[in-house]
């Protein structure tokens, strides 16, 4: 898993009086929220490396169509205790086939890892009182599950591994 820090993510925000602006960098990583996206996307370049912030009381149906054009999704934690951006991303992961990067970001503390990357993210912005080196051996900590996940999607039993 990838751990983003804000000082150093090359992805940015679009703000801006009249929407979110293409231009002038195409090699800027754009960023966009859900409703952004919905209203430029028939004019948005395809060649500009974009991204999109869903909501996690958004339906990931509403991407469906778009996500060959996205390189990332950003997944909301509001609370650590709020566990729907989990599904998200089983189903980009799994019913909508999503190969670019998810995120999870807000409220993501190092006990949520383990599950998050079961569910198919690979990026995380951790709680400003995280810690980096907690994440990643919190990452080791099972070696191996019985069900399946994103990943694994059945379980590899050591008769399988031979």
Same mark, same amino acid.
């Given at each position: 898993m990838k751990f983003i820090s804000k000082a150093q993510d090359p992805w940015h925000t679009c703000a801006g009086e009249d929407g979110p602006?293409?231009?002038?960098?195409?090699?800027?990583?754009?960023?966009?929220?859900?409703?952004?996206?919905?209203?430029?996307?028939?004019?948005?370049?395809?060649?500009?490396?974009?991204?999109?912030?869903?909501?996690?009381? /958004?339906?990931? @149906?509403? =991407?469906?169509?778009? !996500? $060959?054009? +996205? #390189?990332?999704?950003?997944?909301?934690?509001?609370?650590?205790?709020?566990?729907?951006a989990y599904s998200q991303a089983r189903l980009l992961r799994g019913r909508y086939r999503f190969r670019g990067?998810?995120? /999870?970001?807000? @409220?993501? =503390?190092?006990?949520? !890892? $383990?599950? +998050? #990357?079961r569910c198919g993210v690979d990026a995380a912005q951790l709680r400003h009182d995280q810690s980096l080196d907690a994440a990643q051996r919190a990452l080791a900590f099972f070696p191996a599950h019985y069900q399946g996940d994103v990943l694994q999607p059945r379980p590899l039993f050591a008769r399988d591994a031979a």
């Amino acid at each position: 898993m990838k751990f983003i820090s804000k000082a150093q993510d090359p992805w940015h925000t679009c703000a801006g009086e009249d929407g979110p602006q293409p231009h002038p960098a195409a090699a800027d990583h754009k960023l966009l929220t859900l409703e952004q996206w919905h209203a430029v996307r028939d004019t948005w370049p395809a060649e500009l490396a974009t991204g999109v912030i869903l909501p996690n009381d /958004a339906d990931v @149906e509403t =991407l469906a169509e778009d !996500l $060959p054009r +996205l #390189q990332l999704v950003v997944l909301q934690f509001p609370k650590w205790v709020d566990g729907r951006a989990y599904s998200q991303a089983r189903l980009l992961r799994g019913r909508y086939r999503f190969r670019g990067e998810l995120r /999870a970001t807000g @409220e993501v =503390l190092v006990d949520m !890892l $383990p599950l +998050l #990357q079961r569910c198919g993210v690979d990026a995380a912005q951790l709680r400003h009182d995280q810690s980096l080196d907690a994440a990643q051996r919190a990452l080791a900590f099972f070696p191996a599950h019985y069900q399946g996940d994103v990943l694994q999607p059945r379980p590899l039993f050591a008769r399988d591994a031979a």
